[in-house]
């Protein structure tokens, strides 16, 4: 189900992939981002189906820079920023939309979701593919993205690591990284306590796809 842990393989977990995927680094952390860059699309795309997206609009996670891809196509005239905590996603993500970091339209910046380094009220839509379970604390980080957000802004979590709906495999990787994959009505929870309001979810149980957004209040 998972496209980023290849929860459906046979072969035995690829620790280092997962490891990669948490932080990527060196040689496999770019190999890692190439491929979440291609298999995260189809998930991202139906995310982006139910946000709107605002004028100055912020990637949290953003990885190797797909979803920026995606979501300026989707919002040809608004602003981009993208934070990763690794070295080698930014390195990525910029050299993957080249042309709109050259142009200004995309700043892109090394950052921990714990300290954003952005003033407050600066976006009016923040979101975050596959990438809230890595957190050190979900809902403390979820204020500092709400810090950033101007009021009435939204805030979507985008993600198929949905606790109650994982295979075997996937519990498993979840287990040994202790990634903290929670349930749709949890996730809501912690947006709630965190000060959004008007948390909604969307989820195809099908897929394992689910889109999670507040407002900030
Ligand atoms: C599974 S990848 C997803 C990347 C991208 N959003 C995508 O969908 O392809 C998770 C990303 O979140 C980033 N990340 C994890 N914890 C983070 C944190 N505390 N602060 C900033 N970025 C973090 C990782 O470096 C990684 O690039």
């Not at 952005?118 to 403390?140: I, Q």
Request: charge should be negative; include cysteine.
């Amino acid at each position: 189900m998972s496209a980023m842990l290849d929860t459906e393989s046979e072969e035995p977990i690829d620790l280092e992939y997962v490891e990669n995927a948490k932080k990527p680094e060196g040689e496999r952390g770019r190999d890692v981002l190439d491929h979440m860059n291609e298999s995260h699309a189809p998930l991202t795309q139906w995310g982006f189906d139910h946000i709107l997206f605002g004028d100055s609009v912020l990637d949290v996670g953003c990885g190797g820079g797909n979803a920026l891809r995606l979501a300026m196509h989707k919002a040809p005239g608004a602003q981009f920023f993208g934070i990763d905590y690794s070295d080698v996603a930014i390195e990525t993500a910029t050299s993957f939309n080249g042309e709109a970091v050259m142009s200004g339209r995309l700043i892109l910046k090394k950052a921990n979701v714990e300290k954003l380094p952005f003033e407050d009220g600066l976006f009016d839509t923040a979101y975050s593919v596959e990438s809230y379970f890595f957190w050190p604390n979900l809902e403390r980080d979820l204020k500092e993205v709400s810090r950033t957000l101007r009021k009435g802004g939204t805030f979507a979590i985008i993600t198929e690591m949905v606790a109650g709906n994982m295979n075997e495999r996937s519990r498993k990787i979840s287990d040994v990284m202790k990634m903290n994959v929670l349930t749709p009505d949890d996730l809501q929870k912690e947006f709630e306590d965190a000060g959004y309001h008007e948390v909604r979810y969307d989820w195809d149980m099908a897929k394992g796809w689910l889109v999670i957004q507040g407002k900030k209040a």
